[in-house]
């Protein structure tokens, strides 16, 4: 699909759902895409961009940032405690918060160094067992947890099960944010975006769609 195309269905859902246009940001997911077919996205005119490794976007990202200064970076894969340092460096929202060992550490360096990316927990809806994220149940706890450190958490995220109805997990995740209080909802990829936006999605998460399929010889 061409960008004009997802964002118009990303504007064509916010209308079925009655909400303002443009209240959802497009996240142009570019793990395991050649820095050309990057670049050409960056030359329309696109500025939001997810990455799953922080191994990956050091590589890529620092040269297309001097060439682009206002692009906005977003971590959608796990963050391990010694990446800490080095995603609050390169990215401007973090989707991934699930343990609380790493939020103490986003706080400590954030004091540090005055400068915090967005936050977003992640939340297992499917509670799978081999998949990141806080488990439904656990995330009253997690986040009276994390009050404390004072950190900028806007909202939550979710990964549906693959043979799942995608729509069950968007309509739980938004009950989980509007029971906090939490306003951003980080759900929707290329086969759901448009399912997601009508279910509150702020974030979508469109890689395919973008850019094509992935090239896994880049890994
Ligand atoms: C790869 C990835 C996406 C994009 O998936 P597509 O199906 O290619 O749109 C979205 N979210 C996360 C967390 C991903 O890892």
Redesign the pocket.
């Known amino acids: 699909m061409s960008l004009a195309e997802i964002r118009s269905e990303i504007e064509t859902a916010e209308a079925a759902a009655g909400r303002p246009p443009g209240t959802t940001t497009l996240v142009a997911?570019a793990?395991l895409q050649p820095v050309e077919r990057v670049r050409q996205v960056l030359e329309q005119g696109h500025r939001d961009f997810?990455e799953?490794r922080i191994h990956e976007a050091q590589r890529k990202w620092p040269n297309l940032r001097n060439e682009f200064p206002d692009v906005r970076l977003h971590l959608?894969?796990p963050l391990q405690s010694n990446k800490v340092g080095a995603a609050m460096e390169l990215f401007d929202v973090v989707?991934?918060l699930d343990r609380v060992r790493i939020a103490r550490k986003i706080a400590r360096l954030a004091d540090a160094s005055g400068r915090c990316p967005g936050l977003l927990v992640q939340v297992n809806t499917g509670e799978e067992r081999q998949k990141s994220g806080v488990q439904p149940s656990q995330l009253d706890a997690f986040l009276d947890e994390l009050k404390p450190l004072d950190l900028p958490i806007t909202g939550l995220m979710c990964?549906p099960p693959m043979n799942d109805e995608a729509a069950l997990h968007f309509g739980l995740l938004a009950a989980l944010a509007e029971r906090h209080g939490l306003s951003d909802l980080s759900m929707g990829?290329?086969?759901d975006?448009a399912s997601a936006v009508r279910l509150g999605a702020t974030f979508v998460?469109?890689?395919?769609?973008?850019f094509g399929k992935?090239d896994y010889s880049l890994r």
């Open positions: 997911v793990k997810g799953n959608l894969g989707h991934s990964i990829m290329s086969a975006f998460r469109v890689g395919t769609a973008v992935r």
